[in-house]
């Protein structure tokens, strides 16, 4: 079946401008994360999804960055008033499901990523 | 806070050689210990998962180790090839919490 699909690819937007990112998971996946990327560093964890329950936002950068997810399927990052250390690429991933008590998080299935850049 | 290492930044090896890899980590005590694969443009790719109480997990020509005390992980490749070109990520997970991933080791198989 399909993996995980990221749009748009590519987002150049200009500085103090919004921007949406979109993340369709792998289907019957309850978990959805996403990272962020810069260049030549590691992933940098933002928030995740678990089923139905509240997200962890801990680790987005800053209250500019909010992330939804519409009927435990597709999900949205937004930023906005987007600065030039916001560009990066945007990684989303899905798991079947979230560690639990004597389980490791599932593997994660990451998308292509989005590259934003940010004149 | 947690700290985690991975290798020198890049690391450039010949063909057929074994290629080592390595994962350090402070402040944290990770129950599981996974290692994904990078490719330019790419998202990560699962590769092997090892548990605490493991010391070696094999796949192919993977094989990775896991050493508790010394808070270390390597990820051998055997036999390498100019197609296991790529980043190597690992990454500790804690029953879900603070999954975190490393900053990568860009591995070079030289023909």
């Known amino acids: 079946g399909a993996g995980v699909s990221q749009s748009p690819s590519n987002k150049v937007t200009e500085k103090g401008k919004d921007v949406e990112l979109r993340c369709d998971p792998i289907s019957g996946h309850t978990a959805l994360y996403w990272y962020r990327q810069s260049l030549g560093q590691g992933l940098e964890f933002l928030i995740y999804f678990q089923g139905n329950s509240a997200p962890d936002k801990s680790g987005l950068p800053s209250d500019r960055f909010s992330a939804e997810r519409t009927g435990g399927s597709v999900s949205t990052l937004t930023i906005q008033r987007t600065q030039q250390e916001d560009s990066a690429v945007y990684l989303c991933a899905s798991s079947f499901a979230l560690a639990g008590p004597g389980s490791p998080t599932d593997t994660q299935y990451f998308g292509p990523g989005t590259r934003l850049t940010v004149l | 806070s947690q700290k985690i290492e991975q290798n020198s930044e890049a690391l450039n090896i010949q063909e057929g050689k074994t290629a080592t890899l390595t994962c350090n980590y402070t402040?944290?005590?990770?129950?599981?210990l996974q290692w994904y694969r990078q490719d330019p443009g790419r998202g990560p790719v699962f590769l092997l998962l090892?548990?605490?109480?493991?010391k070696e997990k094999r796949k192919e020509r993977l094989k990775v180790t896991f050493d508790t005390t010394l808070k270390q992980s390597l990820f051998h490749i055997t036999a390498s090839q100019p197609a296991d070109s790529a980043t190597y990520l690992c990454?500790?997970?804690?029953?879900?919490?603070?999954?975190?991933f490393g900053p990568g080791t860009r591995l070079s198989v030289l023909p």
């Open positions: 090892i548990r605490e109480n493991e």
């Open positions: 402040n944290y005590s990770p129950a599981y």
């Open positions: 990454a500790l997970d804690n029953y879900g919490q603070n999954f975190v």
